[in-house]
């Protein structure tokens, strides 16, 4: 639980919860957020295996991220962020 626990990565996890999202999707369906932090989270999420990332290859290079397995094989439940029980 402390890998998603940070600023914004639980956003960024229900962003991706129900398949791929571009990285331009994930920052524009999230305000006021910087190129650098977004960039810093997924990468984050990305090393601890819970955000996978897809590159394709011609210019200009385009990436896509969706939830990986240890992410979709917790039996936790995901709510919309801000919302409570």
């Known amino acids: ?14 962003l991706v919860k129900d398949g791929p999202q571009r ?22 999420l990305e090393a601890d295996g819970i955000v996978h990332r897809e590159v394709f290859p011609p210019l200009p290079r385009r990436h896509r991220f969706f939830a990986g397995p240890p992410f979709l094989n917790t039996r936790c439940r995901v709510r919309e962020p801000g919302r409570r029980r």
């Open 23 to 44: 990285f331009s999707e994930i920052k524009r369906k999230i305000p006021g957020v910087t190129q650098k932090m977004l960039t810093r989270q997924l990468q984050a």
């Open 1 to 14: 639980m402390a890998v998603i626990n940070g600023k914004g990565k639980p956003v960024l996890l229900w």
